[in-house]
């Protein structure tokens, strides 16, 4: 009777840690992928070690895409990582074990799989390669989950307007539309700089999010299975002297008798 009771704790617990683990590509679309030598379709020395399908979810107007890297125990624990994927750093990023296997799993957000995705990795199996390599994958679309809240983004133009004298003549009036197409030219120039420089900047902020939110994840991830498996060991040990106990007893009871 004991033994029935420590096993439904034991597969209870078990049951949780394993919910805790796939909750978070609950409701995904599984999605297959190509990965390819970056910028061609030519497959990738990397593309073993990329485990199919992905898992894409639509999470309001971009779709939360999370890839697992499954490498071999002989090549060392977890020795691809992922430096940048689509220009932003990987979140969510979780290492577990699959069998004897290492999997090494990380999400990105993008709001259009239809495009290449590029990605740059690196490989450092011990005294035997190490180097980084840029690659490119490329999403099947055919089962994209739909996407929720869009936001439309419509373009402002801007039309320029030229001024000019009627008392310089003929000559006056071509040299104030040649001033005035230099200073159109430049506040373009300027207005593209200012773009770039803001750009930057939110790219930037991005990477520096992704990065706290995938450390967050990775702890919180720990802490739950830390958790699950010190009350694992409490339950096991109390069982264990619940049994004992009541041999005790038992035996007492006979030597009374």
Not at 11 to 35: K, P, R
Request: hydrophobic share 35%.
């Amino acid at each position: 009777m004991m033994n029935k009771v420590l096993k439904g704790l034991i597969s209870s617990l078990s049951l949780f840690l394993f919910f805790v683990i796939s909750c978070q590509t609950a409701f995904a679309q599984s999605i297959n992928y190509h990965a390819y030598k970056y910028g061609t379709h030519q497959t990738s020395m990397a593309d073993g070690y990329y485990a199919r399908p992905a898992d894409v979810k639509a999470d309001g107007n971009q779709y939360l895409v999370t890839m697992t890297i499954r490498t071999k125990k002989s090549l060392s624990p977890y020795p691809v990582k992922v430096l940048s994927i689509d220009g932003q750093a990987p979140i969510n990023v979780v290492k577990t074990r699959h069998g004897s296997d290492y999997d090494y799993r990380y999400s990105f957000r993008t709001n259009n799989l239809k495009h290449d995705i590029n990605s740059k990795i690196s490989i450092d199996v011990p005294n035997v390669y190490k180097a980084t390599h840029d690659i490119t994958f490329s999403f099947d679309t055919s089962n994209l989950p739909k996407l929720s809240d869009k936001k439309s983004s419509s373009s402002t133009k801007h039309s320029a307007v030229v001024t000019t004298t009627n008392g310089g003549g003929k000559n006056g009036s071509s040299g104030a539309d040649s001033e005035a197409l230099l200073a159109q030219a430049q506040s373009q120039s300027d207005a593209a700089k200012k773009k770039q420089a803001a750009l930057a900047q939110q790219q930037m902020a991005q990477n520096s999010k992704n990065q706290v939110d995938n450390e967050r994840n990775q702890k919180m991830f720990y802490y739950t299975v830390l958790g699950g498996t010190i009350s694992l060991i409490v339950l096991i040990i109390a069982a264990v002297f619940f049994v004992i106990s009541g041999r005790t007893n038992k035996s007492k009871k006979v030597k009374d008798r």
